[in-house]
């Protein structure tokens, strides 16, 4: 060792060695954590192996450890020879020691403070603590009272001082161009390999379908919210959401309940009173399935659009269009985001994006739920499908955390003999949409009624291609999309062909939407509010919710409310959505955000509201958004009350940890 160390891979291999350092500081810390806080921890323990702890640790710890030690990378793997001296390298010492110094004092301190917030501390704590004067007083009460935390730090940093490798390379072994060339290649090639590995590793894999990990990624290694803590590290969750835009309560009210005479979140059984449209009110556990269609916006969907374009456009989606005849559909509807991340928590959890996407935020760490955590609970088995491997986009971990019993993914599709395997999967995103929609049918032929799934499509993605047996039937038309739209529509088809032939079928409700919309060739599809035209698609094949189409507004977090309440589900739930079936159309409204804007939709006008004033009214027949009626609309005050009302309840919902209903 002592050799290699002296070697021109001195440095690359002291610094393999010490950033193993750092792994071993990360996992002192971590057993710290657990063994002060071992009283929140001892019920998960025996739910779920720790092994599963442990990798989860080793995921987040891999992305904290080569963030945070990225400049003393650099720096061991500088490709100039003159580097090469003792001093430099007690330099770098010096920077290791303070930097993984650092991010174990607040790991260590984490272990106080966590009783208190159930959860890691975040970025927000600067702004939780920025009027208090005494943080001084209260750290120094904390160190003498945790004076073993103390001591704990000094005995890892003592360890870590021992145990530190210096390179034993002298610049005077480089003194010919031949030497110094040999060595400035190998350290070039070194660096490169580091920073390919600290790009991977910092953000969870290099793969395309692979989203930085984030906080809420810690729920796909743990069966309860409060153990996301032992996974994560304080260090990630600092770097994770320094600088991210959190929520902060507005000061349009006092409380949630003056707040709550305006807009209320929480569904109570008294709010249950007869339903329009001639459906019995009753309880009746039906199976509810839900298809998420990656990027199917509204304007795709010919059955969508008989009122526009002079009733000539026929749209890409023939099969869905047949759907459509046969269910409740309104006139106008809306996705909550413009991305995948958001259409899980708005259609699922009732839960819309105000900011950043739910799910990036520290927020995602509250106690909260969803349709498949509800009906978990009453007696229906819940599965999730999405044809990406494990993990991809965050679903595994967002699944699991609002309650679904299982998650059917691309690993769990191979290896089912009945099916293609590796050889339907599209080379980009997972498996195409046909193979795995039949998957999908087949799985729920094997579950217990009643039951409650989801699917989340993958082929109408970017980059846009459909299998190879279709590129001669699916060619290219306006967009990219457009191909890819049909070949989606037509495995939804044959989806919906092989699901009418099984016992389940009639006493099932089906619901059709998209994650968000994509690209656009109609000018009233590229407005603020255009971008956001969703489908909405409600089909019942006993005919018990009858064909119609409402002259009225539909958002994805109106689902679970509608769902919900039609199926008679007994308990209080929280949503921030209305159910459409107990609403009547001119009541009926939609919300999203879009670049630091609030668009309210009802009473037919578009509102935009930037959370202090409003900036804009448009009818929404007003297409084109041509003509701001800001100040001319009766109807201004009363959205704005209404929308102020509506963003107070969210704010101090996610702020205060308050999303479920017990919790008001």
Not at 519 to 545: A, L, N, R, V, W
Request: proline content about 4%.
């Amino acid at each position: 060792m002592k050799r290699v160390l002296k070697s021109t891979f001195g440095s690359p291999i002291a610094l393999i060695l010490n950033i193993a350092l750092a792994y071993l500081i990360y996992f002192l810390a971590r057993v710290t954590f657990f063994l002060v806080n071992y009283s929140y921890f001892a019920d998960g323990l025996a739910s779920i192996p720790i092994s599963h702890w442990l990798k989860g640790g080793l995921v987040f710890d891999t992305s904290a450890i080569l963030y945070t030690n990225g400049l003393y990378t650099l720096l061991m793997l500088f490709p100039l020879w003159l580097k090469e001296n003792r001093v430099y390298h007690q330099v770098c010492k010096g920077i290791f020691l303070v930097v993984n110094g650092f991010t174990l004092v607040i790991n260590l301190a984490d272990s106080v403070y966590f009783p208190f917030t159930l959860r890691r501390t975040t970025a927000s704590v600067f702004r939780e603590f920025d009027n208090e004067n005494n943080i001084a007083s209260i750290v120094l009460n904390n160190t003498l009272t945790h004076w073993y935390l103390v001591v704990v730090f000094a005995v890892v940093m003592y360890l870590v001082c021992k145990l530190y490798v210096m390179p034993r390379t002298d610049a005077k072994h480089y003194m010919t161009a031949k030497y110094r060339c040999i060595y400035s290649v190998i350290q070039l090639a070194c660096l490169i390999i580091a920073v390919v590995a600290t790009i991977g590793g910092g953000r969870g894999g290099l793969k395309g379908d692979v989203r930085p990990i984030t906080i809420s990624n810690a729920n796909e290694y743990v069966d309860r919210p409060t153990d996301c803590a032992i996974v994560l590290n304080t260090p990630f969750a600092f770097i994770r959401t320094l600088g991210k835009a959190d929520f902060v309560v507005p000061d349009y009210y006092h409380s949630l309940e003056e707040s709550s005479k305006i807009y209320e979140p929480i569904h109570r059984q008294e709010y249950l009173s007869s339903m329009l449209y001639d459906i019995p009110s009753k309880v009746q556990k039906k199976n509810i399935v839900i298809l998420i269609v990656e990027s199917f916006g509204r304007e795709y969907i010919g059955g969508f659009n008989h009122d526009f374009f002079e009733g000539k456009y026929k749209g890409y989606t023939p099969n869905v269009d047949k759907i459509i005849e046969k269910s409740l559909v309104y006139r106008y509807s809306f996705c909550n985001g413009r991305k995948s991340i958001d259409g899980m928590p708005s259609v699922l959890s009732s839960i819309p994006r105000f900011g950043e996407p739910f799910i990036l935020t520290p927020a995602s760490m509250n106690i909260y739920t969803g349709i498949p955590g509800l009906l978990s609970k009453w007696g229906y088995q819940t599965a999730f499908f999405h044809g990406a491997k494990r993990g991809s986009m965050g679903f595994l971990a967002f699944a699991k955390k609002i309650g679904f019993q299982n998650y059917y993914g691309r690993e769990d599709y191979d290896s089912d003999s009945r099916f293609g395997g590796e050889a339907d999967f599209d080379g980009n995103w997972g498996i195409w949409d046909e193979p795995f929609m039949q998957y999908y049918c087949a799985k729920m032929g094997e579950m217990k009624q009643p039951f409650m799934t989801a699917i989340f499509t993958v082929s109408s993605h970017d980059p846009f291609v459909v299998p190879e047996k279709y590129k001669n039937v699916y060619q290219e038309e306006h967009l990219p999309i457009h191909k890819c739209i049909r070949y989606t529509d037509m495995a939804i088809g044959k989806f919906f062909a092989s699901a009418s032939k099984q016992s389940w079928f009639k006493n099932t409700i089906f619901v059709i939407t998209s994650d968000h919309t994509n690209q656009s060739d109609h000018e009233q599809y590229k407005t603020d509010i255009g971008g956001f035209c969703s489908p909405i698609i409600i089909y019942d094949p006993s005919g018990e919710i009858k064909a119609q189409r409402i002259d009225g507004i539909a958002q994805q977090i109106d689902i679970m409310p509608t769902i919900l309440n039609y199926i008679g589900y007994p308990n209080t739930y929280m949503a921030f959505g209305v159910d459409l079936l107990r609403t009547p159309a001119q009541e009926t409204w939609a919300v999203n955000y879009l670049n630091g804007i609030y668009q309210y939709v009802k009473y037919g006008y578009v509102m935009q509201f930037d959370g202090k004033t409003t900036k804009a009214m448009y009818k929404l027949t007003d297409l084109f958004m041509k003509h701001n009626l800001i100040g001319k609309v009766p109807e201004q005050n009363k959205m704005e009350t209404e929308l102020k009302a509506m963003i107070y309840q969210y704010m101090y919902r996610m702020v205060n940890d308050k999303l479920l209903p017990a919790q008001k």
